[in-house]
């Protein structure tokens, strides 16, 4: 079975740092255009910051500047490192990536599990 396991501390002061993890697990042949996504109490779901194919980095306005996406493509993985957070940053986060299958190649647009971070003193 193929899938996304996230990880990561879920309980963080403000301004304090998180770094959470996303791996693929199951026959992978590659990760392609990853992301972190998030959804607020009574928000809808929205982009944090993704990878696209080619390795740039976007980011949410809203994170610009505390927020670094980055990637293992060896152990297909993805990170997010959160620097300087905010009570606002509370959500759950959702790592999201094209997976291609292997033995056929077919690509699978899969999502984690979801880890609820919470920022508060």
């Known amino acids: 079975q193929v899938q996304l396991v996230e990880s990561g501390r879920v309980l963080v002061q403000p301004g304090g740092s998180l770094r959470l993890s996303c791996a693929a697990s199951?026959?992978?042949?590659?990760?392609?255009?990853a992301g972190w996504y998030r959804q607020a109490p009574g928000k809808e779901r929205e982009l944090g910051a993704d990878?696209?194919?080619?390795?740039?980095?976007n980011y949410a306005d809203s994170v610009k500047g505390r927020f670094s996406i980055s990637r293992d493509n060896a152990k297909n993985t993805v990170h997010l490192q959160m620097n300087s957070l905010k009570p606002e940053d509370t959500a759950v986060y959702y790592c999201?990536?094209?997976?291609?299958?292997?033995?056929?190649?077919?690509?699978?647009?899969?999502w984690g599990q979801g880890t609820q971070v919470t920022v508060s003193s």
């Open positions: 999201n990536a094209h997976l291609i299958r292997s033995p056929d190649y077919r690509v699978l647009d899969s």
């Open positions: 199951g026959s992978i042949i590659s990760m392609n255009i």
């Open positions: 990878l696209s194919g080619d390795g740039r980095p």
